[in-house]
């Protein structure tokens, strides 16, 4: 039935389709607000294209989250998709919206602090992290790897919950 | 479905160059996957196994990578994981060294940490633009790990009489296969010059200095250099490779093709 639409109406029918697909580890987050979408475009042979860049190399989501893109498209009633992966650009948190910043915060998770772009963050991480429970600042790492690749496990030490931290890189 | 137990590789100096790179990468992750659920603490149990998955997934790439330049019709990452012997392994020894106690792991990861960061963050820079995005994404999770081995190495180095002693044991007893990192055959030093591989002796200085700002701070004595193992390369592995091959293969070669 889309393949009736004409290429525009079409780019963005499948856009706001492949847009509402979560990220299954953390089902607050759409992939756009991840910057885990790259592009939507229809190909020449009319074809939808899906692009996708993983957070990390290993992401085990990705199968997933190009599954799910297929099923959304397909009940947006696209049935010809191709869902591509990307490397490059590497994928940074500083893609993440500020919008998807906010829901990692209220789901218990800390946001990216800072920006990617200084090595240095990556190398040496940050000091403060504030609690996305209390917003406390006396807050200290307990792990740098958590629950999944992109995440570090922190301790809040005024509300003594543990909580992850979404890594900057 | 696919018949094939084993796979032959064209021997071609881009396909050589990226699965001496693919297998570093998948070994050691394997190796680190088997401390999955044996770690000492819950948080090096969950550590290990996400480094294992950074590799593993680096290798995925290389892997993807290796079939696009080999070009055998039908031909995917999995045949080079699953369908090639020892011999055609090209990874460095170093990665398939057992993992020994907790300490021998740590050594190992720094050792090869200390060398794989520069390197990516210098291939960044490639001619050849696959390896140069796999390279960009890649240089982002060696920081890590870099990071992460350098703190335990410091922590066991600097704790008791007893981590001391294993961490500097197995310092001695890997630092044989450190100058197989750096070793250049002839159609590597074709790639480097063509600005497509990343010669390693540029990256010397850096892993000198990393890994002796690591051994200062662990109070460890960094061995003096000696006779340097090597053969990986060209397929000539140590007896450990055929096990992890064992256990990695012995699926897909019994039951060629098979999925769930």
Redesign the interface.
């Known amino acids: 039935m889309a393949a009736d639409l004409p290429s525009e109406a079409l780019k963005r029918r499948a856009y706001e389709a492949a847009a509402a697909v979560c990220d299954p580890e953390i089902p607050v987050l759409s992939i756009a607000d991840l910057g885990v979408l790259r592009d939507v475009g229809v190909a020449a042979d009319g074809a939808v294209e899906v692009t996708i860049t993983p957070t990390y190399s290993g992401c085990p989501a990705m199968n997933m989250i190009a599954l799910e893109i297929d099923v959304a498209l397909a009940k947006a009633g696209i049935e010809r998709a191709r869902i591509r992966t990307v490397l490059s650009p590497a994928w940074t948190t500083d893609w993440m919206t500020d919008e998807g910043k906010a829901k990692l915060r209220a789901y218990g998770i800390a946001p990216p602090q800072g920006r990617a772009s200084s090595r240095r963050g990556a190398l040496f991480g940050v000091d403060q992290v504030p609690c996305p429970h209390c917003g406390s600042g006396d807050t200290e790492k307990l792990a740098e790897f958590g629950s999944t690749a992109c995440k570090a496990l922190w301790r809040c030490r005024s509300c003594r919950e543990p909580f992850d931290y979404f890594k900057c890189i | 479905m696919a018949t094939t137990t084993s796979i032959e590789v064209p021997d071609t100096p881009l396909l050589g160059y990226v699965l001496r790179r693919a297998d570093d990468a998948l070994v050691l992750g394997h190796r680190l996957s088997e401390w999955c659920g044996h770690a000492p603490t819950l948080?090096?149990d969950?550590?290990l196994p996400?480094?294992?998955?950074?590799?593993?997934?680096?290798a995925?790439?290389l892997y993807q990578y290796a079939a696009e330049i080999d070009g055998t019709p039908g031909r995917t990452e999995d045949d080079f994981a699953y369908l090639r012997d020892v011999g055609q392994y090209r990874n460095c020894l170093l990665v398939e060294q057992p993992n020994g106690d907790f300490a021998a792991t740590v050594v190992r990861q720094v050792l090869y940490s200390a060398f794989i960061d520069p390197y990516w963050r210098t291939a960044i820079g490639s001619k050849d633009?696959t390896l140069?995005?796999?390279a960009?994404?890649?240089a982002?999770?060696s920081?890590?790990h870099v990071?992460?081995a350098g703190?335990w190495l410091i922590r066991l180095g600097d704790g008791t009489a007893e981590s001391h002693r294993r961490a500097q044991a197995a310092l001695d007893d890997l630092w044989l296969f450190t100058g197989e990192l750096f070793e250049v055959d002839a159609t590597e030093r074709a790639l480097i010059a063509a600005g497509i591989a990343v010669d390693p002796e540029t990256l010397r200085a850096e892993w000198n200095r990393t890994v002796d700002e690591i051994l200062a701070e662990a109070t460890l004595t960094r061995p003096v250099d000696g006779w340097m193992q090597s053969g990986g390369r060209s397929g000539r592995h140590s007896e450990h490779l055929g096990y992890i091959l064992a256990d990695l293969q012995h699926l897909q070669r019994t039951y060629p093709g098979a999925t769930w």
Do not use: T
């Open positions: 948080e090096e969950i550590a996400n480094i294992a998955l950074d590799l593993i997934g680096q995925r790439s633009a140069a995005a796999v960009a994404k890649s982002k999770e920081a890590y990071r992460h703190e």
